[in-house]
């Protein structure tokens, strides 16, 4: 379809198949309804182009056509936002789960040998509708973040008054939910009755400012009311009611800044990595994560959460996890020069030369992942100017926490807290009755020293000898012999720590605590194993625990009301309440150490119960046992679908130089026909891309492969193939290869020949 021109009557002719239509607004050609005609401007496009919709179906196409083709193809989706009680639960009743010390559901997911399904964890608990702000829209632009109740009013704008079907099927909680464009931060409410009835409205906010002023967010809504499949009426309203003297909004200016909000998004995400997955609820997933964490951001600077005071209030702008969180995401998509900009806001403006924040209290552990972030962004390309730039505050943080450790090694040798930092792990601390009953030597703070110590000194170093700056040098080879030291102590500490009670062997997430979680906190709350939430998150997360810790810890945790169908809880004892915006740290060591079901259970869980479906809003916790409201939105949980897909596709194990490739992928991505790809992923060895597809109904998989520049200890491949399939031979650009193992369904790919490698599997 392409558009030969615009007519003067609303109506536009048009080459289909290379014949010519004529079509007027409202007319049907197939499937296609001709909505609107938006002749070439400067707000537009520099080419006329039409609208053209598909109501034959409730999740049907928006697209625009201009003379070379399909300008846009904007899908729309939505999903329920309610669930029939009778199914719930997966056979259980919720006071069953809640008096389970065991993680019931999780046991009964893997009790199976198949990887887990996300239909069937969606359908173990009800979706996410009870939130105050349920939804939002905005762009980085403004400092306005126009947020939306559950069934899509927002503070400005109700559809019910154009639709009177639209209050009940929202009171009974029957409203669909969705987007359109797939990832753009385009909302869709659908009020749905009849099968091929229903009315919906979209809502985005515009890339631009109105009156010059960036206080106010400008928001579209369009209300369609469409009956057997046909559109009867649509309603188009720029921000609020018409009210003289705004008698009626232009059509044509909605979707010119539709279009122009497709192009200034698509163009965010392009510089980054390229995914192309057999689960496109997953991809889009991902990327619309990104995008939500970018406008929640006023211009550069860090905001925890939108709309709701709690969490959107400035005074939320420097905690440390919405610097972290955020800026590692877009360094691990490849988005490097917004990464540089948040490093640069979050040291200038949060950061003192002391190492102290603009914050109410320190989060001893994310000190050390600030060091990691530093060091990430100059491994990925970055320019070490900038951390040169700001060496004084970078040093100001190490020297900090420098000084708590040398603290720590004051204790008598043999204590379990030698050597250990001791300090807050969670800066609400600050609110609570007695904050100094937090100084306490969890380990998190000294594992996510070490590896931060480690991964600057290494950069120091590497900046040094590039600069000729031989004290430079010295200073990262400290640091790199702290840390090693530091991992010594910890692992001594790890040992000293270790609880049995009852028979089982607990890690405690404090340095030589008496008694575990599940006995001192449920006797006193305010114990300070009550922050072992985040505390276990920020250790797993830290990469420096072996295998067996890692185990030790996520078996105590299921074992004793702090996990629900595989996600951590948090705040207190069997509370129910999800850690949404910590479990990437849980998922990052279960993809370190091949628990891939473990992993990929986190993961749908997440997605299914810490997003609201359709629109994939994030809270920071909700609880999905107990009646109540979800907490506000925020960053780091709207965050962790991205960090877990990258993970999944593209690890660095932090502890080695080896390069995982797909360590975690479902089996089901591998089953014939299915195909994979990701590009641009970029790594501390330079960027790397594959594609895989499988013919496994005849024996084979081709992958091929363009490799990082640089030396990369080892690059292993994994295929978990469906069925039962074992590799049986490689071939690696034609000649057979024999290092792989097919236990393992790893192939080690080789390093000689050339950065692009063609490998062809063969299986039994």
Partial sequence: MKLSRLLESSGAELL????????????????????????ASPRASSQSFVVLEDYTQRDGHLIFVNAHGILGDLAKSSEPTSADPAKLYL???????????????????????????????????????KMQTYSFVGTPDTYDKIGFAYGGRSPNFDPAPYESSIAKIREQRQVLDGLVGGYLPVLRFVYPQEKQSWTEMIAFAPWRISNGNDHVQP?????????????????YIDSYHPFPPRTGYDPKLFYSDLAALSDRWNQFLAPGMKIDLPDERLANMARYALVRARMTRVGDFPKYGAVDKDYAGSEHDGFPDSFTADTTAMLEWGLLDLAARYIENYFAKFVRDDGSLLYRGPEVGQYGRMLTVAAEYVNYGGHPDLLLRYRTRIDGITNLLLGLRNKGKTLPFDDPAYGMLA???EADASLDPAPQRYMQPYFSNSTEAARGFRDVGRVWEKIGRQNNDSALVAWGRRLQREADELL????????????????????????????????????????????????????????????????????YRASHHDTILGVPTAYGYRTADLAGFLAYGHGFALIQHDFARQALLLLYSVMAHQYTRGAWLAPETRNVLMEGNAAPY?????????????????????????????????????????????????????????????????????????????????????????????IHSVQANGKEWKQFDAGEETVTIPRDSGRHVRLEIRYR
Avoid at 116 to 123: G, L, N
Avoid at 220 to 234: D, H, P
Avoid at 528 to 549: C, I, N, T, V
Wanted: hydrophobic share 40%.
């Fill in 634 to 726: 925020c960053v780091p949980a709207q965050l962790f679908v991205p960090l877990m897909t990258r993970w999944m596709l593209v690890f660095e194990d932090p502890e080695s130089e080896t390069l995982w490739l797909g360590k975690v992928m479902p089996r089901e991505w591998l089953a014939d026909g299915k195909k994979i790809s990701v590009s641009a992923a970029p790594t501390r060895w330079g960027p790397v891309s594959f594609s895989i597809a499988s013919h496994l109904d005849s024996g084979g998989v081709v992958v091929d492969l363009d490799l990082p520049s640089g030396d990369a200890g080892k690059v292993h491949l994994r295929l978990r193939a469906p069925g039962g399939a074992k």
């Fill in 423 to 425: 300090g807050w792990s």
């Fill in 488 to 555: 010594n102590d910890l692992n001594a500490a790890f040992l000293r720590s270790i609880l049995a009670v009852g028979g089982e062997k607990i890690l405690p997430a404090i340095a030589g605590a008496k008694e575990p979680f599940h006995i001192a906190v449920p006797r006193d709350n305010t114990d300070p194993q009550f922050r072992s939430y985040r505390a276990y998150a920020e250790m797993l997360y830290s990469g420096s625990l072996s295998k067996d810790q890692v185990r030790t810890i996520a078996d």
């Fill in 219 to 235: 928001v579209w809504y369009r209300v369609s009311r469409i009956e057997n499949g046909r559109l009867k009426w649509a309603k």
């Fill in 91 to 129: 056979g259980h009743t919720p006071q069953e789960i809640l008096d389970s010390p065991r993680d019931l559901l999780a046991d009964q997911i893997l009790s199976s040998s198949d990887d887990p399904s996300y239909d069937e964890i969606a359908s173990a608990f009800e979706p996410i509708s």
């Fill in 16 to 39: 289909l198949d290379g014949k010519s239509v004529t079509v007027k607004n409202g007319d049907r050609i197939g499937v296609w309804t001709l909505v609107d005609t938006v002749p």
